[in-house]
């Protein structure tokens, strides 16, 4: 198996005594510090690598995956709450922020909650897609 290309970017330096406020927010798909930190990466690499595989796979065992590039489109959002949350700090305080989240992290997360729906019948994992409007049976009739 051939292993993802290097992509380490040259480390950020905050200025922090130019720029006291300055608020930086990075994003990697592996996180910063472990053997895989210094690969390249994106959503459909991750969740191959992490339990998502199994936990999500269908019946015949194939490989599973997050519906929607998951990963990709939940991190970019945390990373984008966590700079409002960082600009409304700076705006109250001055201070700036290092905001750094991961896809793996993110991934790790994911899996220590509890599904999403809880009833009888509830689906363990989201190998089926979804369906049309209007399509599905209910159990009412």
Same mark, same amino acid.
């Given at each position: 198996?051939? #292993?993802?290309?290097?992509? +380490?970017?040259?480390?950020?330096? +905050?200025?922090?005594? +130019?720029?006291?406020? @300055?608020?930086?927010? &990075? =994003?990697?798909?592996?996180?910063?510090? *472990?053997?895989?930190?210094?690969?390249?990466?994106?959503d459909g690499f991750v969740q191959p690598c992490s339990a998502s595989a199994m936990i999500e796979a269908p019946a015949d065992r194939r490989s599973g995956v997050l519906p929607a590039q998951? /990963?990709?489109?939940?991190? *970019?959002?945390?990373?984008?709450?966590?700079? $409002? @949350?960082? /600009? *409304?700090?700076?705006?109250?305080?001055?201070?700036? &922020?290092? =905001?750094? @989240?991961? $896809?793996?992290?993110?991934?790790?997360? $994911?899996?220590? @909650?509890?599904?999403?729906?809880?009833?009888?019948?509830?689906?363990?994992?989201?190998? +089926? *897609?979804?369906?049309?409007?209007?399509?599905?049976? #209910?159990?009412?009739?």
């Amino acid at each position: 198996m051939a #292993s993802a290309p290097r992509c +380490r970017t040259s480390p950020i330096r +905050r200025p922090a005594h +130019r720029r006291p406020g @300055l608020i930086v927010a &990075q =994003l990697h798909a592996w996180g910063w510090s *472990g053997t895989w930190s210094e690969g390249c990466g994106f959503d459909g690499f991750v969740q191959p690598c992490s339990a998502s595989a199994m936990i999500e796979a269908p019946a015949d065992r194939r490989s599973g995956v997050l519906p929607a590039q998951a /990963l990709d489109h939940g991190t *970019g959002h945390l990373l984008a709450a966590a700079v $409002l @949350l960082a /600009l *409304g700090a700076r705006h109250a305080t001055g201070g700036g &922020q290092h =905001l750094r @989240l991961s $896809l793996a992290g993110s991934v790790s997360c $994911l899996h220590a @909650l509890p599904p999403p729906v809880h009833y009888e019948g509830a689906p363990a994992n989201w190998n +089926r *897609g979804p369906s049309g409007w209007d399509t599905d049976l #209910s159990s009412w009739g």
